[in-house]
């Protein structure tokens, strides 16, 4: 997916276009998680769609939720949504921060032959 080391660094309109992907493809994993969170807090809970938005952008931003889950189903839910939205803040991060690492690395690395 990268150059190796014994490649070049990619010129800078190249890094830009994937430091974009990787922007994109981490906001849609934002987006899906979201949805799902929203799917969820809608039918275990009935809440109307605005607050389940509010409840799951919440546990997505490491907040917690607004509304505190009444039914079993809602709180087993809740739980293993918020376990979920734990793991997807580091993998988010990680999707992002990829390439600037990697062109760091690769620019300390890389030996002009």
Do not use: C
């Amino acid at each position: 997916m990268y150059e190796s080391r014994r490649h070049a660094p990619i010129p800078r309109a190249h890094f830009m276009r994937r430091l974009l992907g990787h922007f994109l493809v981490a906001l849609g994993l934002l987006a899906a998680s979201l949805l799902a969170g929203m799917a969820g807090y809608a039918y275990f809970e009935q809440l109307p769609w605005r607050d389940a938005f509010l409840n799951a952008a919440m546990l997505l931003g490491g907040m917690g939720p607004v509304n505190s889950p009444q039914s079993a189903g809602g709180k087993l839910f809740a739980g293993l949504y918020a376990l979920y939205a734990g793991l997807v803040f580091l993998v988010v991060l990680a999707i992002i921060l990829t390439p600037l690492i990697h062109r760091l690395l690769h620019t300390f690395h890389w030996e002009d032959e």
